[in-house]
C-alpha cells in the first residue's frame, strides 16, 4: 500500500467538492440582496411624504377629540356632520352620518361621492375611490380639495404620471393653505424618487472560518482497485479561515407607459473576495428587465435575465433566462411573493456542467405591529443536465424569520432556511447517490443611528451546517461575519 499515491476517485471528488458547491450555495444572495433594496427604497419613499393634513372647520356638531356634540336629524345638520367627519378622517363617523344622509331625498350626490370616495381609498378600493372623486370633477372641475384626494389616490396606486399633473396644478395654483402646500411638495418628491434611478451599496469586511467548505476531519479513504490489486487512498483538505472583502450594489429603475403598465430594468453586482485564498474568490453580476404592471395591491414583472459569474479570477459560467416575479398585498398588514426563473448555464471550461437552473420561491410576510414582521415560505430549485444525470439535483427548501425594530435607531432580523438536496443518479466515484441536508441561520444587526458619512454600519452572523450522506467529503460547518456599511437611494 502506498501512502504517497492520490487515488483517482477521490481526486473526482474532491473536484466535485470545489466546483459544485457555490452553483448552490449562492441561490438565495441575489434574492435577499434585492429585497433588502425594495424594502429600504420603500421606507425612504414614504419617510418623505408627511402626514396628510386634517381639513378643521367648525367642530360644534360632532364628536371630536372625545367631545359630543348634538346632531339634530335633518339634511343641514347631518350633511354638516358628514363634511366634518370626512375632514376629520372619523370614518366610523362617516359611515354612520352617511347612511342617515342617504335616507334624506334632498341630500347633495357631490357629499355623497366625496364620502364613498373616502371610504373606498381607506378600505384599498382605489379603482372605486377615483371614479367617485372624478363624478365631482365632473360636475365642479375647479375643484382643488377633490383634486388634492384624487391625486393622492392615483400616487397610491401607482398611476405617477397622472398623480404628478394634478399634484404640480395644484402646488402651482397656490390656493390651498401652507401646511397642505407642504403635503403636495412632499408627494412630488417622493414621484421624482420613484421615477429616478433607484439603487444601493454595500462595502465592509468578511471572516469566513471554512472557505472551501471542508469536512475538516481527519478522513483517510482507501479503495481496492481489482485489476491493478492495489489500494488506494486520500485525505480531505483542512478547512481554510480567512479574511476578505464582502460587497454588493444594485441599480434600478422603472418607466411608467400608461396607467399602471410600464418597463423596468435593474442591475446587481456581488461578491466575496479573499485576501490570502482566491481560489474562493466570487464576482456575480446580474441584469434582469422587461414589462412590469404596479398598482396599489399587485407588483408583477416579467422579463429576460443575463448572469455572469466569475471564480478564482476566471470566467466560471454565463447564463440567459427569463424571470417572473409577483408580489399580492392582499390586506395592509400581509402579502405574498411568488419568483419563478429559468436559464441556461454554460461554463467557460467545466462544459460537462451545462445545463439548465429552474427555481420557484413563495413567501409570505405579516407585519405583527408596526416595528416588527414575520416572514417565511419555501422554494423548490431544479438543476439540470442532460449528459450526467449524476450532477442532476432537485432541491426543496422552507424558511422563517423576524425582522424589525429592537430598540429606535436599531434594526435587527432572524432568519432560519432547511433545505434538502437529491441528486439524480447514483455516482460510482461516490460509490453512493448524493443526498444533503442543510441548515442556515442569520442574525442581522443594523445601527441607522450610528451613520457614518451617511450609511448604515451593519453586522451578519451566518452558520451554514450541511449533512450529507457522502459525509466524508461534503458534510461541513462553516461560520461568516459581515461588518459592513450600507447605502440606500
Known amino acids: 500500500m502506498s501512502d504517497n499515491r492520490i487515488m483517482p476517485i477521490l481526486s473526482v471528488a474532491l473536484m466535485a467538492l470545489c466546483l459544485s458547491l457555490p452553483v448552490y450555495a449562492d441561490e438565495d444572495t441575489p434574492r435577499t440582496i434585492w429585497q433588502e433594496a425594495q424594502h429600504n427604497q420603500q421606507e425612504n419613499e414614504t419617510n418623505l411624504i408627511t402626514p396628510d393634513p386634517i381639513f378643521v372647520e367648525n367642530t360644534s356638531l ?4 372625545g367631545q359630543t356634540f348634538q346632531v339634530e336629524n335633518n339634511i343641514n345638520d347631518i350633511g354638516q356632520a358628514l363634511f366634518l367627519a370626512i375632514n376629520n378622517q372619523q370614518w366610523p363617523d362617516v359611515r354612520r352620518f352617511l347612511a342617515a344622509y342617504l335616507k334624506l331625498p334632498e341630500h347633495d350626490v357631490m357629499l355623497v361621492n366625496f364620502a364613498q370616495g373616502g371610504l373606498a381609498r381607506l378600505e384599498g ?3 372605486l375611490a377615483a371614479y367617485y372623486y372624478q363624478q365631482i370633477l365632473n360636475q365642479q372641475p375647479d375643484f382643488p380639495r377633490i383634486e388634492l384626494e384624487l391625486a393622492r389616490v392615483y400616487f397610491e396606486d401607482h398611476k405617477n404620471r397622472e398623480a404628478e399633473q394634478l399634484f404640480t396644478g395644484l402646488y402651482k395654483a397656490q390656493k390651498l393653505p401652507e401646511i397642505v402646500l ?8 417622493a414621484i421624482d424618487l420613484r421615477n429616478g434611478w433607484r439603487g444601493s451599496f454595500s462595502v465592509g469586511y468578511a471572516y469566513n472560518d471554512n472557505v472551501n467548505m471542508s469536512p ?5 479513504f482507501r479503495y481496492y482497485n481489482p485489476i491493478e490489486q492495489a489500494f488506494y487512498q486520500g485525505q480531505t483538505p483542512k478547512a481554510i479561515k480567512a479574511w476578505g472583502m464582502s460587497y454588493d450594489a444594485t441599480l434600478s429603475r422603472r418607466y411608467q407607459l400608461a396607467g399602471h403598465h410600464g418597463i423596468f430594468g435593474r442591475g446587481l453586482i456581488f461578491g466575496e473576495n479573499y485576501r490570502d485564498y482566491h481560489d474562493e474568490n466570487e464576482n456575480t453580476f446580474l441584469l434582469v428587465g422587461g414589462y412590469s404592471y404596479k398598482n396599489k395591491s399587485h407588483d408583477f414583472s416579467f422579463g429576460p435575465l443575463f448572469e455572469y459569474k466569475q471564480r478564482a479570477g476566471d470566467t466560471y459560467y454565463r447564463a440567459t433566462g427569463a424571470k417572473t416575479e409577483w408580489r399580492w398585498a392582499f390586506t395592509s398588514q400581509t402579502a405574498v411573493n411568488v419568483e419563478i426563473e429559468h436559464k441556461q448555464l454554460r461554463h467557460q471550461q467545466l462544459r460537462r456542467k451545462d445545463g439548465d437552473l429552474s427555481s420557484s420561491y413563495l413567501t409570505l410576510s405579516h407585519a405583527i405591529n408596526k416595528n416588527f414582521v414575520l416572514f417565511g415560505g419555501g422554494d423548490w430549485l431544479y438543476r439540470g443536465n442532460d449528459q450526467y444525470a449524476v450532477d442532476r439535483y432537485q432541491q426543496w427548501g422552507i424558511r422563517a424569520g423576524i425582522a424589525g425594530q429592537i430598540y429606535p435607531g436599531i434594526n435587527g ?8 438536496r437529491r441528486f439524480g443518479a447514483y455516482s460510482p466515484s461516490l460509490r453512493a447517490r ?14 441607522p443611528a450610528a451613520e457614518i458619512w451617511g450609511m448604515t454600519p451593519s453586522f451578519t452572523f451566518r452558520h451554514r451546517h450541511n449533512h450529507s450522506n ?20
Open 216 to 220: 475538516d476531519q481527519e478522513t483517510i
Open 434 to 447: 448524493r443526498q444533503d441536508h442543510e441548515q442556515i441561520y442569520i442574525a442581522v444587526i443594523k445601527v
Open 413 to 420: 432580523s432572524l432568519f432560519a432556511t432547511l433545505k434538502e
Open 125 to 127: 378600493d382605489l379603482d
Open 182 to 189: 407642504k403635503n403636495i411638495n412632499s408627494y412630488l418628491e
Open 62 to 65: 360632532i364628536v371630536i377629540n
Open 470 to 489: 457522502v459525509d466524508w467529503l461534503y458534510s461541513y460547518n462553516k461560520n461568516e461575519v459581515l461588518i459592513r456599511l450600507e447605502k440606500y437611494f
